[in-house]
């Protein structure tokens, strides 16, 4: 009886382990040494975290996120997010769609300037005559410091020095990358300064649920838990006003197929793809792309679900929950989409708008959750 009892119990570990050995994830993770470099004297290098069935990779160059990955409706894991393949290319980042880090003022300031305590600031111009994403070397161009990197956690801080840029204040910043219990990849940023100036900081990943290079998202259901827009000019500046989503192509208050909405030319339609489809007239009631940020509903001052997105091509669902205004989202070429939790775009320049002043003493936190689920 014991000799049976041995063997049932040896028979059980096997199993299990084996079993074991079978659910593990098999992540097609990108290879680590395309990545490693020194940039202004600082080790830069791709590092992996994980928690279950998510994992991401992001390199400390930039915070940029290079992969993003969790199982389709069958099981098999991709690359959910665009990316590049080395490190160079990320050192030649200039706007594409990739995603980095945004600071020390992600989108946009009108004309390159803004007045703070009485004092006008002129700051770096890099998208014509305004501001885009913090100048010249925000977050996206800077080697950050490897504080923490654990199975599950990366955690990079960064000094930016007074005047870089045209910016007012030394801006400390501690960014931290994790995967949550329930399958998210959160992004958490606090920061100090010692002079007042402005923050507003984000992340600019891009999204293909059927992975990276898969098609567009043109199929994707997109959810905005927003009943405005922040109303722009020509040039995508606010202009202080805002503007209803109801009954608009902006209205994603509940589940809406963006190709519903976004026009999507062909070739024979006077189109030829590319960024925002260019050609061809747009049908009424709908947009030529989406570059707008979404004034989002909170019932308090909490990390809240604000918006989800979903393919029923590979069953993947993406929630995004965070504790900031704005939502921008980006739809430029189609292939992929940006959701930007942010305060909103040129607020130093709009009393209207939620502040982004921050004084010394005090402390910026903002976090965003992008949590990963089949249905």
């Known amino acids: 009886m014991k000799r049976l009892s041995f063997k049932l119990f040896a028979l059980a570990a096997v199993v299990f382990c084996m079993s074991a050995n079978a659910a593990k994830p098999k992540f097609p993770l990108l290879p680590a040494a395309p990545y490693d470099t020194i940039i202004d004297g600082q080790k830069v290098a791709l590092y992996t975290i994980q928690k279950g069935k998510v994992a991401a990779q992001i390199i400390n160059y930039g915070g940029f996120v290079v992969g993003l990955y969790s199982p389709d409706k069958n099981g098999e894991y991709a690359n959910l997010v665009n990316h590049y393949d080395n490190i160079k290319q990320y050192m030649n980042y200039n706007m594409g769609m990739v995603g980095p880090a945004l600071g020390r003022y992600a989108n946009r300031i009108a004309n390159g300037k803004f007045t703070l305590d009485g004092v ?176 989002l509903i909170h019932t308090g001052s909490g990390v809240e679900m604000v918006a989800s997105l979903y393919s029923p091509k590979s069953g993947r669902y993406m929630e995004v929950w965070n504790n900031h205004p704005g939502l921008q989202v980006y739809t430029g070429a189609r292939t992929a989409i940006a959701l930007e939790s942010q305060m909103f775009p040129d607020s130093p320049n709009h009393d209207f708008f939620p502040s982004t002043t921050l004084r010394p003493g005090e402390k910026y936190e903002h976090t965003v959750i992008y949590k990963l689920s089949v249905k």
């Open 120 to 295: 006008e600031y002129n700051i770096t111009k890099n998208s014509g005559q305004h501001t885009l994403h913090g100048g010249a070397k925000g977050f996206d161009h800077t080697a950050w410091k490897v504080v923490k990197a654990k199975k599950n956690k990366l955690v990079l801080s960064c000094v930016l020095p007074d005047g870089l840029d045209g910016f007012p204040g030394t801006l400390t910043t501690t960014l931290t990358y994790s995967i949550t219990k329930d399958g998210g990849l959160q992004i958490s940023y606090e920061a100090t300064t010692d002079k007042a100036t402005v923050v507003n900081l984000s992340n600019h990943t891009y999204f293909n649920l059927d992975g990276a290079g898969n098609g567009d998202i043109m199929d994707h259901e997109l959810m905005i838990n927003a009943a405005f827009i922040t109303e722009t000019d020509r040039s995508n500046i606010p202009t202080g006003g805002l503007d209803m989503v109801d009954g608009s192509p902006y209205d994603f208050q509940k589940p809406v197929r963006i190709g519903d909405r976004q026009y999507a030319p062909q070739p024979g339609q006077g189109g030829r793809g590319g960024f925002g489809g260019f050609g061809g007239q747009v049908p009424e009631g709908m947009v030529r792309n989406y570059d707008n940020n979404f004034c």
